[in-house]
């Protein structure tokens, strides 16, 4: 009896799950919440997609196209110009400060648990640097004559920060897939028209210019939050949680 009651102890106290039937992941929480892989994956393809046919579209140019000289005329008729408020927002992007801003975030996604959106923090900002750092050769787009535009950095790195902030913001409320989304794509859009916004009237890129920025961060970053869940899974030998029963020997 007294070897029963141990066993029973035992098996309770080793049982991984917290409840019955009560799904846990393997690795922690996951980057992506399950109900955003399909939508973010077809957004980050479609952000792609764009990032092409842009590049295409600007290579070697060094004059604005018809939409970057309607935004330009749409700064120049503003009454005063932001140009304080603009700088202010620009020097955000500013490799040093996002370094450490991006920094931060992932330090307070280690201290909240969650590891996997640490590691995106860090992957997605690094692989989003690379990407518009290799393109703005290959795509040799310049403004002012000699500086390479195309994608803007500047605008890239403030959209990562936002998307991966957003992100913590779903897992935190739990949201479903539509209101999710939304807190995704509006985060990131918001991030991405702030400074979109200030690098045209400071005059230092133009409109698709940032355009193309924003969408390199659409894409990498659900792409390396994807791959990070992938991997872990794989880790962990499951595809993302397990479901598992407590049972008690009475």
Known sequence: MSSACGSAKSGARLAPSVGDGVPRRQGGPAALPPALRRPLGITAVL?????????????????AGWLDRWASRSVEAQPSQPGTPAWLVATVGDPLVTVVLDGLLAGAFLVLGRRRLAVVAIAGFGLTGVATTLLKPVVDRTIHGHHLAYPSGHTAAGTVLALVAALLVVDRLRAGRLPGLLIVLTGAGAAGAAMGWSQVVLDVHYLTDTLGGFCTAVAVVPATALLVDRLAARRGGTEGFTTTKATVTR
């Open 47 to 63: 952000a792609a997609v764009v990032v092409a046919v842009l590049a295409v579209h600007l290579s070697g140019d060094t004059t």
